[in-house]
């Protein structure tokens, strides 16, 4: 990953973040997520975001919890910045938000405009901003694993461009973009090192291509 020259330095992170809590949406470092904003709340969120620092946290909200008015919250996130957004004529803001660095949430502040806001703490994920060189074990058998859980659960993936990246940008991306459940997505975000979260990914690829074989092998 190349790293954004708008993205704030480590040391220039903030204290407090306002939060995106929606569950199965996650952002990693140097991964794009697009987004669809039109509650009124989050709007808000959004243009306070635009006039400041143009920082936003995903956190996800925790499984028993996700359909409560204010659901608990997971206490790892990643923060992302805006990095282009449209308004759109009836009223929405569609956006993409670029992972900037993982968080620790401390604590849960005052709510502004209807939307939340946490203290945050970084120290634990400043591997992220230098993570580029690091390495999974086995790339080889990691990608016949994804190849394997690609064809089980019929989900495309341009090959090409991912056998052109390096394995912490491939291991973010999937991480955000596979069709995992919330609480693998959750399990992902909070492993630190590249080839730990590689590992996990893999076990996760491989019981989901079992349990598929399983299903189908019923089916007949």
């Given at each position: 990953?190349?790293?954004?020259?708008?993205?704030?330095?480590?040391?220039?992170?903030?204290?407090?973040?306002?939060?995106?809590p929606?569950?199965?949406?996650?952002?990693?470092?140097?991964?794009q997520?697009?987004?669809?904003?039109?509650?009124?709340?989050?709007l808000?969120?959004?243009?306070?975001a635009?006039?400041?620092?143009?920082?936003?946290?995903?956190?996800?909200?925790?499984?028993?919890t996700?359909?409560?008015?204010?659901?608990?919250i997971?206490?790892?996130?990643?923060?992302?910045?805006?990095?282009?957004?449209?308004?759109?004529?009836?009223?929405?803001?569609?956006?993409?938000?670029?992972?900037?660095?993982?968080?620790?949430?401390?604590?849960?502040?005052?709510?502004?405009?209807?939307?939340?806001?946490?203290?945050?703490d970084?120290?634990?994920?400043?591997?992220?901003?230098?993570?580029?060189?690091?390495?999974?074990a086995?790339?080889?058998?990691?990608?016949?694993?994804?190849?394997?859980?690609?064809?089980?659960?019929?989900?495309?993936?341009?090959?090409?461009?991912?056998?052109?990246?390096?394995?912490?940008?491939?291991?973010?991306?999937?991480?955000?973009?596979?069709p995992?459940?919330?609480?693998?997505?959750?399990?992902?975000?909070?492993?630190?090192?590249?080839?730990e979260?590689?590992?996990?990914?893999?076990?996760?690829?491989?019981m989901?291509?079992?349990?598929?074989?399983?299903?189908?092998?019923?089916?007949?």
């Amino acid at each position: 990953m190349t790293r954004n020259p708008f993205f704030p330095t480590f040391s220039d992170l903030p204290d407090e973040l306002a939060i995106f809590p929606l569950p199965g949406a996650v952002v990693m470092p140097g991964v794009q997520l697009p987004l669809n904003i039109f509650e009124p709340r989050y709007l808000s969120m959004v243009g306070d975001a635009l006039a400041s620092t143009h920082l936003i946290g995903m956190v996800q909200p925790t499984s028993e919890t996700a359909m409560d008015a204010v659901p608990e919250i997971h206490r790892v996130g990643c923060v992302g910045r805006i990095t282009s957004y449209s308004e759109t004529s009836d009223g929405r803001i569609v956006l993409v938000l670029s992972g900037v660095c993982r968080f620790q949430v401390c604590e849960e502040l005052e709510g502004y405009k209807g939307y939340r806001r946490v203290s945050v703490d970084w120290e634990r994920f400043a591997v992220d901003y230098h993570a580029e060189g690091e390495a999974m074990a086995d790339r080889a058998g990691f990608l016949t694993s994804l190849r394997a859980y690609c064809k089980l659960n019929s989900v495309e993936i341009p090959w090409d461009d991912l056998d052109k990246m390096n394995d912490t940008d491939l291991v973010n991306l999937l991480c955000a973009h596979l069709p995992l459940s919330p609480e693998d997505k959750q399990a992902l975000v909070e492993t630190l090192s590249t080839g730990e979260r590689a590992a996990l990914m893999r076990g996760l690829l491989d019981m989901a291509s079992v349990s598929s074989m399983r299903v189908a092998e019923h089916r007949h």
